[in-house]
């Protein structure tokens, strides 16, 4: 069955640096996601990308966070300067086109930033 | 924004026992997600189920979007069936993100 996958599945890093957390979502979808969740937390909305651009994004979601779609099966997050409260949990999704208000999630990348 | 209520917070069951967790929406909904967060962080998906029942094995689960609610039931628990349980909606004629309620911490006991 296919899947959304995500590497890698942690990562330690320095305040400070800039970190890329990358997802290869399901092969046919068009819709993807990053969800992020703090540990204990909820899982919380962080940006929607279709058709090559940013759909919705949150208020978490400022100008330290970027995506792309570098290639036709990568889906990338990148924040800039990581601070200590963007130690997290965080979740690529995606969903097809037949149906996309059912999202698939990825097994998550666990930052951490010292 | 749309708000989702998820009770109980915390069950703690012993094996073999049945349990019904609920989610409550406070808007109408074009989807409805149940996931299981199992020890490892990872969310597994249970059931897409924006309206009426579904049952897959030991689970079933059944959403009346008339009265904004949507109930899993996990049967004969195992050990396996702790984590935590997430209810997710999709607000109507959007498609982007959905909002997770604060989930159900299930533990079963051997």
């Known amino acids: 069955e296919p899947e959304v996958t995500q590497t890698p599945s942690h990562q330690v890093t320095q305040m400070g640096q800039e970190v890329i957390l990358r997802c290869v979502p399901i092969s046919n979808h068009l819709y993807f996601y990053w969800y992020r969740q703090i540990l204990g937390q909820k899982v919380e909305f962080l940006v929607s990308f279709y058709n090559n651009e940013i759909s919705e994004k949150s208020e978490i979601f400022d100008d330290q966070f970027s995506v792309e779609r570098p290639d036709g099966s990568n889906f990338t997050l990148k924040i800039r300067s990581t601070k200590l409260e963007d130690s997290a949990m965080y979740f690529c999704?995606?969903?097809?086109?037949?149906?996309?208000?059912?999202?698939?999630f990825g097994p998550g990348t666990r930052l951490t930033v010292l | 924004g749309i708000q989702v209520e998820q009770s109980p917070p915390d069950l703690i069951l012993q094996e073999g026992a049945n349990s019904t967790l609920r989610c409550n929406f406070s808007d109408s909904v074009n989807n409805l997600q149940w996931f299981h967060q199992n020890p490892w962080g990872q969310l597994i998906n249970l059931f897409y189920i924006p309206s009426g029942t579904k049952q897959n094995g030991r689970l079933s689960a059944t959403t009346v979007a008339t009265e904004r609610y949507s109930l899993l039931y996990i049967s004969s628990s195992q050990t396996t069936d702790s984590g935590v349980y997430f209810c997710a909606v999709g607000a109507k004629n959007r498609d982007d993100k959905i909002i997770f309620g604060k989930g159900t911490r299930l533990h079963i006991l051997p």
């Open positions: 999704a995606s969903s097809a086109w037949s149906r996309p208000s059912e999202q698939f």
